[in-house]
């Protein structure tokens, strides 16, 4: 049996074309099903659906052998023990550091301020300010990471951003953009050896369908 870990949502409705350039159909919805596990028209193929952060944990741990996962939560997690071949360039955006339209980020910078800095993306904000030599305070969040300079809580965000309508809508603006981000495929690397045939079938029929820009 070969165990597929995917998000519901933007990575599982852009994995679909690839799962099917690999001859894997999906048998189920998941917007409409309540199950976990989702057969596909492949006997010896099955998709598992779990929290997008729990994705790399998931294959890491041998409860999936592959899965996909945006390039934001596989550098959280840390990408140690498990085996990335390839780029899929799906559910793309980018990770930028954004402010309140009113706030002079520039000047804060340069004047060597701290800063107050709000995000679900602590490793790569950390990284990103110490690479720039910019002392911050992080405060860890879950979610409605834009609420977070409207309310005082912090001077600054970090935060993916696609359309650049939510920033918008809300009154704030990307000021530094850190990286560009898609989703990855990643592999058990014990699966990718004990059952090197299926899986490799399925990350060559991947490769061979991933877009290009
Ligand atoms: O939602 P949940 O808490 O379960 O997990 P998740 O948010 O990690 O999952 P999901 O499915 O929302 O995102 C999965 C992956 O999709 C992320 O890890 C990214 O790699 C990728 N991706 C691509 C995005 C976006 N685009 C995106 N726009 N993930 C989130 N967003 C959010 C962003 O956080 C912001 O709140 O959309 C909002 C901004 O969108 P725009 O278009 O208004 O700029
Ligand atoms: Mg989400």
Known sequence: MITLALSKGRIFDETLP???AAGIE??????KSRKLILPTNQPNVRVVLVRA????TYVEYGGADLGVTGLDTLIEHGGQGLYQPLDLNIAKCRMSVAVRADYDYAAQVRTGARLKVATKYTAIARDFFATKGVHVDMIKLYGSMELAPLTGLADAIVDLVSTGNTLKANHLVEVERIMDISSRLVVNQAALKLKQAPIRAIIDAFAGAVKKD
């Open 18 to 20: 690839l799962l099917k």
């Open 53 to 56: 952060s729990d994705v790399p």
């Open 26 to 31: 999906v048998l189920e919805d998941p917007e």
